[in-house]
């Protein structure tokens, strides 16, 4: 994870970015996904179950529940969503933010009658997406879990998912072939990164100057694409930075 300092530097650029970037929610795509079923829209939806399964699938695990019945239940808990199971609660945007929704409608389907229904034999229905189940086990065994509630362990795995896609985006939006992004990674959170500034720019063969502008762009860049993942998951506009201090709490006490 990222240390407190550090984040500070993302947190400093993401308030300061453009109040007009959001879009399409993560509550409209699974509500379009349902009721209407589109390739395009079950394509977002894939994408959006993706993001949140491990999360989803880590808090299960912290609550006692042995790794193959997790994967059944958040499976079975993406396939309700699908299909708007109003046992999990409404899929309405007044419900707020997007993660404390997912946390709390699991916690509706665990309490059910799941744990009694559930020791039927596995594989009965359509997965609602497939998922690398031995990929998540030696994650969820290899992570540092001490003795946190699920409740944190869900949240830092969240927070990390959402970490994660925006740098797996800001892949595909930086553009400046002479300063190449695996170089300036070093310096996303961290104005000293591992290397110098100026020994990095003298590699390059490019301007310490240019160099240090280049990072700021680059930074401003992940703090627009961070902000914008975080758009997508609030039904207001207004609780973007809140959602953001959030995030980055969770980053830093985890770190």
Not at 25 to 45: F, N, Q, V, Y
Not at 50 to 65: H, N
Not at 81 to 106: C, H, K, M, Q, Y
């Amino acid at each position: 994870m990222f240390p407190a300092p550090r984040l500070a530097l993302l947190h400093a650029l993401a308030v300061a970015s453009d109040p007009h970037l959001f879009h399409t929610t993560h509550w409209s795509i699974i509500r379009k996904a349902a009721d209407h079923g589109s390739p395009e829209s079950l394509h977002a939806l894939e994408t959006l179950c993706r993001a949140y399964w491990y999360p989803l699938y880590s808090y299960v695990r912290s609550t006692g529940i042995r790794h193959e019945d997790a994967c059944d239940l958040t499976q079975d808990f993406f396939s309700r969503l699908l299909s708007n199971d109003r046992t999990l609660g409404s899929l309405a945007p007044e419900n707020g933010r997007f993660r404390s929704f997912l946390l709390v409608a699991i916690r509706r389907l665990i309490a059910s009658s799941w744990r009694r229904s559930y020791s039927q034999k596995r594989g009965g229905g359509t997965p609602a997406i497939v998922i690398d189940e031995a990929d998540a086990l030696a994650r969820f065994d290899a992570g540092h879990h001490d003795g946190n509630s699920p409740e944190v362990v869900y949240d830092r795995n969240w927070a990390a998912s959402v970490m994660d896609r925006a740098l797996a985006r800001l892949a595909s939006h930086w553009h400046e072939k002479d300063k190449p992004l695996d170089l300036l990674r070093t310096y996303l959170t961290d104005a000293r990164g591992t290397v110098p500034v100026a020994d990095m720019a003298a590699q390059l063969g490019v301007s310490t100057a240019s160099l240090k502008a280049s990072i700021y762009r680059l930074r401003k860049l992940f703090a627009d694409l961070l902000r914008d993942e975080l758009a997508a998951t609030v039904s207001d506009p207004s609780e973007i930075d809140s959602e953001l201090r959030y995030l980055l709490t969770v980053l830093a006490e985890a770190g």
